[in-house]
């Protein structure tokens, strides 16, 4: 047995962040939760923000505490959700606000891009026109603020902008740059025409980087001396995916099932043309530069911002246990939701918001918060079906399985209902997916694993899983 191997992976959702740490035994991978804190953008004269000094606090506590903990701790890689980002100086101090991208600032410029554009920009890019794209934000924010041109130096999406805090070095990562909708789709640096389109100044950006690498030391925290800053996929859903045990004759979808439902598939090429851009199909990128083509929808935030208007809510393992069970028997809805609906996207209250959609369509709200779970569920689980079959359509490919991983997959009848619509088994993996594909990348940038397939393939060795086929 090797020496053990000790990395960090700072693991940032836009509803809670974690720091774990992974130890490689140089077969095995066990993990340590040393911190979590919980996330949420902050409303403010009318808009929304992240609260960046909060995070870096949580972040940097929690670093430090897995340096005491696991004193000979080699390294440090970082993955949050996509899309948002910090404008720096030269010097990396921040000159503009950090909007959360549920922000309604760019619902008039991404209206006129869907008006007129949005053909030229997906056939750029290959991203569709959501409306908290990157391209869209910094559109607003030059709008508004027309002068940023030029007191802004760099673009730094979040992963890329707590790197910097850690290493002192500024670099734009290819897996988060290419959900942005500003990357050149058929290639690995940024698109000239579509930074043209949208008015954005190229010296914002360095050609992206291929991940995993070396920055260098630790120098923003001086209690980190001796551990090495990687840049690892710093998109969460990129490191969730290099997580997955796939099988290698590419049949297997995978689900990462959190805030949002993001299910996709490995492909040496880009799914374009006018049926993908109808589909929103969103050709994103592993580290590498590799393509997982990719559909979107409204995921475990339905029941996360339904739950806020009961009084009584689950709080641990055993009474979400309970309340799955109190779901799974209850009669299927009669009417699902439409997941792909705007006004679920951000409303004033959730469950307001789903009363209404159901009303509008003849159908009555459920009456208690088994209900609503058994309806969230199913409704996730028809999108998800949706998907898999757009995909089939458009790459020519038959899948088999859907693995999943993420909060939805501790959930039963997410998995279930999942199963039933698209009459796919669903494999469930007992697994931390952006946190152990973080480490995963630490781990072939330190020379511990030969490569992603190699530490796949030994973490399947080991994993728990549960299967669920689709009942007839």
């Known amino acids: ?81 996509a899309v948002d980002h910090a404008l720096v100086d030269r010097r990396g101090r921040p000159v503009f606000p950090v909007h959360a991208y549920r922000d309604s600032r760019t619902a008039a410029f991404s209206a006129r891009l869907g008006k007129s554009g949005i053909k030229r920009v997906y056939g750029l890019t290959g991203v569709p026109n959501y409306p908290y794209n990157t391209s869209l934000q910094l559109v607003e924010t ?20 707590f790197n910097f805090l850690l290493s002192g070095r500024m670099e734009n990562e290819l897996s988060i740059a290419s959900h942005s909708q500003l990357l050149d789709v058929h290639g690995t640096d940024w698109s000239k025409e579509a930074l043209d389109y949208f008015g954005i100044p190229a010296k914002w950006f ?32 990129a490191c969730a995916f290099a997580a997955m045990p796939a099988s290698a004759d590419g049949t297997d979808l995978y689900l990462s099932s959190g805030t949002w439902s993001l299910l996709g598939f490995e492909s040496p090429a880009p799914v374009l043309g006018p049926k993908a851009l109808s589909s929103r199909i969103s050709n ?21 911002q339904t739950l806020k208007t009961f009084e009584k809510k689950p709080t641990g ?59 969230i569920c199913d409704s996730l689980g028809r999108g998800h079906a949706d998907a898999v079959k757009t995909f089939e359509q458009l790459s020519g490919r038959r899948f088999e399985r859907i693995l999943i991983v993420g909060g939805g997959s501790k959930s039963r009848p ?56 689709p009942n007839a």
């Open 414 to 469: 997410l998995c279930q209902a999942t199963a039933n619509a698209a009459g796919l088994p669903v494999v469930s993996f007992a697994l931390e997916g952006s946190a152990v594909g973080n480490i995963a990348s630490q781990l072939v940038t330190l020379g511990a694993v030969e490569n992603l397939a190699a530490f796949r393939e030994r973490l399947a060795r080991s994993l728990q899983q549960t299967v669920y086929s």
């Open 206 to 237: 360095t050609k992206p980087a291929v991940s995993p690498k070396r920055l260098g030391p630790v120098t923003g925290v001086a209690e980190l001396k001796g551990v090495q800053s990687i840049l690892v996929p710093g998109h969460d859903t």
């Open 284 to 304: 994103e990128r592993m580290g590498d530069g590799s393509y997982r083509p990719l559909r979107s929808c409204l995921g475990l935030w339905l029941l996360e």
């Open 142 to 161: 030059l709008n508004a603020c027309p002068g940023m041109a030029e007191v802004a130096e760099r673009c730094l999406f979040l992963p890329d902008y």
């Open 1 to 81: 047995m090797s020496k053990p191997l000790h990395c960090a992976a700072v693991d940032l959702g836009a509803t809670s962040g974690r720091v774990i740490v992974g130890t490689w035994n140089g077969q095995k991978l066990s993990l340590t939760e040393v911190r979590r804190f919980a996330n949420q953008f902050r409303p403010f004269a009318g808009h929304d923000y992240w609260d960046l000094p909060y995070l870096w606090g949580e972040v940097r506590e929690g670093l430090i505490e897995a340096k005491r903990r696991f004193p000979t701790l080699a390294s440090v890689g970082v993955d949050t959700w």
């Open 317 to 375: 393992r055993r009474e979400w246990l309970q309340l799955d069970r109190e779901a799974e028997v209850k009669p299927a809805p009669a009417m699902l939701l439409d997941v792909t609906d705007s006004s679920l996207f951000s409303p004033p209250d959730m469950r307001v918001a789903v009363d209404a959609q159901l009303r509008s369509r003849g159908a009555k709200p459920p009456k208690d918060l088994a209900g609503y779970v058994r309806l």
